[in-house]
């Protein structure tokens, strides 16, 4: 749930500064990108469960699915941009 919510706030976010920040968008993502692991861990550290094995898949399978969806998202607004 927490990648998909954050994964609708980035695109959302790459879209409305799409305009106004052209060069710099390849930035915003891998920022946004790697605040989304620092956010997650912050999370699961303040709620106190642990990760182990067991757990990794739970967070790496629906983080995949939601990056490959950016990723397609944000390079067709790339590629939009003139």
């Known amino acids: ?3 998909g919510v954050f994964t609708i706030i980035l695109t959302s976010g790459i879209i409305l500064l799409s305009n106004r920040f052209k060069d710099q968008l390849g930035f915003i ?3 946004a990108s790697f605040a989304k692991i620092g956010i997650f861990m912050a999370i699961i550290k303040l709620i106190g469960m642990e990760i182990n094995k067991s757990v990794f898949p739970d967070f790496f399978i629906p983080y995949v699915i939601c990056l490959v ?14």
């Open 1 to 3: 749930m927490f990648n």
């Open 29 to 31: 993502f891998l920022g």
């Open 69 to 82: 969806a950016e990723v397609y998202y944000i390079s067709k607004i790339l590629n939009n941009i003139k």
